[in-house]
């Protein structure tokens, strides 16, 4: 990389942005991803440990599952005003105060007695876990040069892949030969790492017309809706699609993007200018992001359940199981960022939902009895299309966004990741659900066993939704075999469904990664602020 000239954070000349570890590309990669690293590991991770915490702390389902809930809708409502943040104060000190306090709120949960310590830190951790994602890719956009910004955010996305899905590997092993304390604990001194690292290397690039206001109103606009949404979307399965609370929160989250976006018009320096979104490659970034995540977070969600309590496995030989789909993001990924870089992104894209959506639909096609090897093969298949798609959706949003929105974009990037895993959760599972209250007292029926009562079939449907025979204590053997055998049936019918659907959607966005070009803003990156 040449020599160039920044501005530092007071406006003034820097020094060589090439001089020594400060701003070198590469270190930077290496300090972003040791951060990016506990973000993406804390949302898979701590799934495993649920079970200990809750007997460790006497803890009800409901209390549990906001363990997870509270740290998805904090990350979520926040990602973007963290981005615009980083495009305000410099995306440096964003990181490093992000890095600070998802360290320090892991630290206090090992220490917490309570739920709700634990879950109130959780949702610490989803604050500072949103001001560190936009900004890790806001120094790699104003770090590395147009030509190996591909490649950059290639290794970027192997580090979130590898870190989503050994996340149950790593967590199996901490609980079961440590504590569930330790899951958190480990987040201290890779903190500590990326802060030090970040102390040394990064470099503080603030684009010339960076924004120097807040757009306040606009902020609890779009904070408002997003919580909204992502909270219809959390509880929708708790309350029922036809619910009306449901509805409600839906219809509220659309009523306050409606004002924001009438707001943004108004407002001189805008939170999220809508100019953007002239920008067809960019809008169509988002979008793929929105539909590649329904399709993979939706769908693995049940995976792990077919794993665990179909095929009986722990969570450890569930997590070695899916090491063909990491293995593949790990490889694919740089691989992408030089075929994008090469090709541009239309066409590895869109090969790669093609890739995604026979995956999906293989992975309809799995029954109680089916082998490793099968399995692997769809894994694979699903980690080789994902990787195209993590890399290129990520450099066709940030780069067709201007230099000085880069934190903004990264946030939209993030938000639409966030988004489609809880619609994709939320729909696979409200047509696993339909499809087993549907097939589950046929079923039960033919198999000759004894005749269930309305609340009693409600009990079953909820265990057969993932995975569990509804099995009573003392049931004889023989009918226990019938009962397990009706459950798993029932559950793979489910599973198949949620998946063709999971398929369907990522055909869909086949059509949608046809729409993306390479970052027309891209040029403007390595060295923000050249004079």
């Excluded at 989503?164 to 079961?176: D, F, H, K, R, S």
């Excluded at 693995?300 to 789909?325: K, R």
């Excluded at 798993?488 to 659907?501: E, K, N, Q, R, Y």
Aim: aromatic letters at 8%; charged letters at 10%; proline letters at 5%.
């Amino acid at each position: 990389m040449t020599s160039q000239t920044t501005i530092d954070t007071t406006g003034t000349e820097a020094t060589p942005a090439a001089a020594g570890l400060r701003g070198h590309p590469w270190f930077t990669l290496i300090t972003v991803a040791v951060g990016v690293m506990m973000v993406a590991l804390d949302g898979t991770i701590v799934a495993i440990a649920n079970p200990a915490i809750q007997k460790d702390l006497g803890a009800t389902f409901a209390q549990v599952q906001w363990i997870t809930n509270g740290y998805f809708l904090a990350l979520a409502v926040s990602l973007i005003t963290a981005g615009k943040l980083g495009d305000r104060f410099g995306h440096r000190q964003t990181f490093l105060i992000g890095v600070t306090g998802f360290a320090a709120a892991s630290g206090a949960i090992g220490l917490s007695d309570s739920i709700a310590a634990v879950v109130t830190f959780r949702v610490f951790q989803g604050l500072f876990g949103a001001l560190l994602m936009p900004a890790a890719l806001g120094l790699l956009r104003a770090t590395f040069p147009a030509e190996k910004l591909n490649m950059a955010i290639g290794i970027w996305g192997m580090v979130i892949g590898a870190s989503t899905a050994g996340g149950p590997i790593l967590g199996g092993v901490l609980v079961e030969h440590v504590n569930w304390q330790s899951v958190f604990f480990i987040n201290v001194p890779v903190g500590l790492i990326a802060l030090a690292l970040g102390l040394l290397i990064l470099r503080d690039h603030r684009a010339q017309n960076a924004p120097r206001s807040f757009d306040l109103l606009g902020i609890v606009l779009l904070s408002g809706a997003m919580f909204c949404l992502i909270w219809a979307l959390i509880k929708a399965p708790t309350w029922g699609w036809g619910d009306g609370r449901t509805w409600a929160f839906i219809a509220g989250s659309a009523l306050l993007f409606a004002v924001f976006s009438f707001w943004e018009t108004k407002v001189k320096e805008p939170l999220i200018p809508l100019g953007l979104f002239r920008s067809v490659p960019l809008s169509a970034g988002v979008v793929l992001m929105v539909l590649m995540a329904i399709a993979f977070m939706g769908g693995l969600f049940f995976v792990t359940f077919y794993l665990q309590n179909v095929h009986g496995m722990s969570p450890i030989d569930a997590g070695l199981h899916l090491l063909p789909l990491t293995g593949m993001m790990i490889v694919g990924s740089p691989l992408a960022g030089a075929l994008i870089t090469k090709l541009g992104p239309r066409i590895p894209l869109a090969g790669g939902m093609v890739a995604t959506a026979v995956a999906m639909y293989g992975m309809s096609t799995l029954e109680t009895d089916t082998g490793s090897g099968v399995m692997s093969l769809w894994f694979a298949l699903l980690g080789l299309g994902l990787a195209p798609v993590m890399v290129g959706a990520t450099e066709v949003i940030v780069g067709n966004a201007p230099m000085e929105l880069s934190g903004v974009a990264g946030g939209l990037q993030q938000a639409a990741m966030q988004i489609g895993g809880s619609l994709g959760t939320a729909v696979l599972g409200a047509v696993m659900a339909s499809k087993v209250d549907s097939d589950l007292p046929g079923n039960w029926t033919h198999a000759g066993l004894p005749r269930l009562t309305p609340g009693q079939l409600d009990q079953a449907s909820e265990a057969v939704q993932v995975g569990v025979a509804p099995v009573a204590k003392g049931t004889p053997e023989p009918i226990a075999a019938k009962i397990t055998a009706v459950a798993h049936d029932t559950f793979i019918s489910g599973m198949s469904l949620a998946s063709l659907v999971a398929a369907g959607v990522a055909a869909v966005a086949v059509l949608v990664a046809l729409l993306t070009s390479r970052g027309a803003n891209a040029e403007s990156g390595a060295g923000v602020g050249h004079i």
